[in-house]
Antibody
Framework: EVQLVESGGGLIQPGGSLRLSCAAS????????MSWVRQAPGKGLEWVSV???????YYADSVKVRFTISRDNSKNTLYLQMNSLRADDTAVYYC?????????????WGQGSLVTVSS | QSALTQPASVSGSPGQSITVPCTGT?????????VSWYQQHPDKGPKLIIY???KRPSGVSYRFSGSKSGNTASLTISGLQADDEADYYC???????????FGGGTKLTVL
């Protein structure tokens, strides 16, 4: 059974750093395109970042330079390192598996991890 | 402001059909068939219900269907059921960002 479980969220002050983890089971993260998608409170979904099966990465302009996506193949885990956090980064962060041509669709999602940026 | 435009809410009675529009531009919905739809129940992760404009993943009810005309994609739910009450999001590939953008979401209320 495919499962994605996020962890690492919490309350952090503006300017701080946080690392989210997404433990996968039922498939190999290294063979798939894996993304992070976030949802601010009461708002819509926003794609954040993707790591391709070949290891390449890509970011939304809103997080470029500040966030880094990575994976540990031995742990079958996806990560999102978030630096220089701002209030508008407050959101539930989901990891999701991309499928289809270009992996533009997400067929499995985690339950989400809440990140709150506030002083 | 979201990249794709959806109505904030729609409603319908059990058994009826409803349609949720999703308006984009020639850089996304209008020029690519990489349109998808997601259903999200409260405090849950989204669920893929439509991809490639009109295809349904295995296990998704035939009552969900998708279409596209010009820069607007649409999700139609027929035979409304109480469990269809949820938020629905459209998504599309966008050439200018080279990845996906989402709509702001539409809350479906089953009366």
């Amino acid at each position: 059974e495919v499962q994605l479980v996020e962890s690492g969220g919490g309350l952090i002050q503006p300017g701080g750093s946080l690392r989210l983890s997404c433990a996968a089971s039922g498939f190999n993260v290294r063979s798939n395109y894996m993304s992070w998608v976030r949802q601010a409170p009461g708002k819509g979904l926003e794609w954040v970042s993707v790591i391709y099966s070949g290891g390449g990465t890509y970011y939304a302009d809103s997080v470029k330079v500040r966030f880094t996506i990575s994976r540990d193949n031995s742990k079958n885990t996806l990560y999102l390192q978030m630096n220089s956090l701002r209030a508008d980064d407050t959101a539930v962060y989901y990891c999701a598996r991309g499928v289809g041509f270009g992996a533009f669709y997400f067929d499995y999602w985690g339950q989400g991890s809440l990140v709150t940026v506030s002083s | 402001q979201s990249a794709l435009t959806q109505p904030a809410s729609v409603s319908g009675s059990p058994g009826q059909s409803i349609t949720v529009p999703c308006t984009g531009t020639a850089s996304d919905v209008g020029d690519y068939n990489f349109v998808s739809w997601y259903q999200q129940h409260p405090d849950k992760g989204p669920k893929l219900i439509i991809y490639d404009v009109s295809k349904r993943p295995s296990g998704v009810s035939y009552r969900f269907s998708g279409s596209k005309s010009g820069n607007t994609a649409s999700l139609t739910i027929s035979g409304l059921q109480a469990d269809d009450e949820a938020d629905y999001y459209c998504s599309s590939y966008r050439s200018s960002s080279a990845y996906v953008v989402f709509g702001g979401g539409t809350k479906l209320t089953v009366l």
